[in-house]
């Protein structure tokens, strides 16, 4: 069982660079979630997606956006990446309103 | 806005001890979750709570709900070292879209 897949794992950005994170999961959930995670602190929420074709911001949306044109895929794209967007990047997904499983991260390094 | 605190941000104790996490948070709500994070991995759901009273439990760790004073708690039985890792609360803010507001986690470290 795949779960949720993120890709890639580690990338190192220069400010001002673009790029997309991927998300993809195999458990036909319909609610998908990206969360960053800062040092030493718990997960903020930046977009989520309630189905194909929906998303909506969370806590931190600024500097990012996502598109959800499939079930499976949920992409988390940085424009014009800043020093500030250095983190841990988490996509998650569930069955409606239930537990989130998370996939194993993207690192991210602004320079 | 609902804000989620946990206590302590680290813990250090011996195998064999007991402790409790506790996780307090502002407004109401109708669900509380608990996750596990090893050092540089993804976080695995432990706990999900659903109700006020609400008790679960997992080898030597156990949860539980207090929604009207709007506080979970995490207790460790016995602790081992295997248990060394960081403990985030997590509560959901209402609704159907199942977004969650995470503590800032609890780093729990077993010594032998």
């Known amino acids: 069982n795949a779960g949720v897949t993120q890709t890639p794992k580690f990338r190192i950005l220069k400010i001002g660079q673009s790029m997309t994170l991927q998300c993809t999961q195999d458990m036909n959930h319909n609610y998908m979630y990206w969360y960053r995670q800062d040092p030493g602190m718990g997960l903020k929420l930046i977009y989520y997606?309630?189905?194909?074709?929906?998303?909506d911001k969370g806590e931190v949306p600024n500097g990012y956006n996502v598109s959800r044109s499939t079930t499976e895929d949920f992409p988390l794209r940085l424009e014009l990446a800043a020093p500030s967007q250095t983190s841990v990047y988490f996509c998650a997904s569930s069955l409606a309103k239930n537990i989130q499983y998370f996939g194993a991260g993207t690192r991210l390094s602004v320079l | 806005e609902l804000k989620v605190e946990q206590n302590p941000l680290f813990l250090s104790m011996q195998e064999g001890k007991n402790y409790t996490i506790y996780c307090n948070y502002s407004?109401?709500?109708?669900?509380l979750y608990w996750y596990r994070q090893d050092p540089g991995k993804s976080l695995e759901s432990l706990f999900v709570l659903l109700s006020n009273g609400a008790v679960k439990q997992e080898g030597r760790l156990m949860a539980s709900l207090d929604t009207k004073a709007r506080l979970s708690t995490l207790h460790i039985t016995a602790a081992v070292h295997d248990l060394s890792a960081t403990y985030f609360c997590a509560v959901d803010i209402g609704g159907a879209t199942n977004k969650l507001i995470f503590g800032t986690g609890t780093l729990l470290a077993v010594q032998p």
């Open positions: 997606s309630v189905g194909a074709g929906i998303t």
């Open positions: 407004t109401t709500s109708d669900r």
